[in-house]
C-alpha cells in the first residue's frame, strides 16, 4: 500500500459514524489498515458497521455514545485504549443541522442543541482524546466543522454559530498542542447530499434535484458534494503522512462563494 494513505495500526476513533461522513470514513480507513472505534446515538447501526467491518477482516468495535455526554466521550476513548492500547486518530464528525429558519424565528431550543451537540460534543471528545494523545506524546484530531464554520448563508445561524466555535475549538486546541506533537484540523465542507442534506426538510418538500439547484447556486461547480468525494477529502487530509498541517479549516466546497 501506498504509505501516504497507509493507516497500518493506527488507532481511530469517529463519532457519528453510522452514517454519512463518519460511515465513509471508516470504511475508508478500516480498508486501509486502521483499526477503528465508532461511537453513535444510533447504536444498532454502528453495531452492524462494526460486524460487517470484522466480516471483511478488519478490526473495528463499536459504542453507543451521544457526543452531548461528557461520560459518553470520555468512555469513548477508553475504550480505544483498553481494545488498542493507544489512540492516534480522532474525527470528531457528529452533527446535527436544522431546518432554514429566519434568524428571528430560530427557537432557544433549537439553538441550544446545536450548541450541545455541534460545539459541546466537540469539545468534550478533544479534552478526553488530548489527555489520551499526551500521555503517548502524539496525536491527530479532525474536527467537522463547515463552510458555515468560516463563511454564512442565509437561514442556518445557529449551525453557522456552532460550527464557528468548532473552528474556535479547533485552532485554540492546534496553538496550545503543537509543540507536544498533537495536530489538530478541521474540515470545512460544503453542502453534500449525505442523508443530513438528501433527507433534510428543503429535499423532502422540493425533491433533492430541486433542492440541490437552489443549494448549489453559489457555488463555481454547480452542484453539491457527494458524500464519498468529500469524505475522500478527508482521508487524504488524515493521511499520517501528511505530519505538518495543523491549526487548519480546509473548505471542500466545489468552489462555493461565501462571505
Ligand atoms: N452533509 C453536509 O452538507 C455537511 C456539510 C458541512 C458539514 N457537515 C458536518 O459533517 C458531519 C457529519 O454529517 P453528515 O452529513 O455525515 O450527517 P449524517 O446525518 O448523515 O450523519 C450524522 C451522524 O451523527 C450521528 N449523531 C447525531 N447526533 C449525535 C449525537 N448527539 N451523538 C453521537 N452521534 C450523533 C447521527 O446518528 C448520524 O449517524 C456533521 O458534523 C455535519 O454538521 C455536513
Given at each position: 500500500m501506498d504509505s501516504l494513505l497507509d493507516f497500518t495500526n493506527q488507532t481511530v476513533l469517529i463519532t457519528g459514524?453510522?452514517?454519512?461522513f463518519g460511515k465513509l470514513i471508516a470504511e475508508g480507513l478500516a480498508q486501509r489498515g486502521a483499526k477503528l472505534v465508532l461511537g453513535d446515538v444510533n447504536e444498532a447501526a454502528i453495531e452492524s458497521l462494526a460486524a460487517k467491518l470484522r466480516s471483511e477482516g478488519r478490526e473495528a468495535v463499536a459504542q453507543m455514545c451521544n457526543v452531548a455526554l461528557e461520560e459518553d466521550c470520555q468512555r469513548l476513548v477508553a475504550t480505544a485504549v483498553d481494545t488498542f492500547?493507544?489512540?492516534d486518530i480522532a474525527v470528531n464528525n457528529a452533527g446535527i443541522s436544522h431546518d432554514f429558519t429566519p434568524f428571528e424565528e430560530i427557537e432557544q431550543s433549537v439553538w441550544t442543541r446545536q450548541w450541545e451537540v455541534n460545539v459541546n460534543g466537540v469539545q468534550y471528545g478533544m479534552k478526553h482524546q488530548i489527555a489520551q494523545m499526551k500521555r503517548q506524546g502524539s496525536g491527530n484530531i479532525l474536527n467537522l466543522s463547515s463552510m458555515a464554520g468560516i463563511g454564512a448563508a442565509p437561514g442556518i445561524a445557529a449551525y453557522g454559530a456552532a460550527k464557528h466555535a468548532v473552528v474556535g475549538l479547533t485552532k485554540s486546541a492546534a496553538a496550545e498542542l503543537g509543540a507536544v506533537n498533537i495536530r489538530v484540523n478541521a474540515a470545512c465542507p460544503f453542502f453534500t447530499l449525505t442523508p443530513m442534506v438528501a433527507e433534510s426538510s428543503i429535499a423532502v418538500q422540493k425533491g433533492v434535484a430541486a433542492a440541490e439547484s437552489v443549494l448549489s447556486r453559489?457555488?463555481?461547480?454547480k452542484r453539491l458534494g457527494q458524500p464519498d468525494e468529500v469524505a475522500n477529502a478527508m482521508i487524504l487530509l488524515l493521511s499520517?503522512?501528511?505530519?505538518?498541517?495543523?491549526?487548519q479549516c480546509i473548505a471542500i466546497n466545489g468552489g462555493a462563494l461565501s462571505l
Open positions: 459514524a453510522a452514517s454519512g492500547g493507544r489512540l453559489g457555488c463555481v461547480m499520517p503522512a501528511n505530519t505538518y498541517m495543523t491549526g
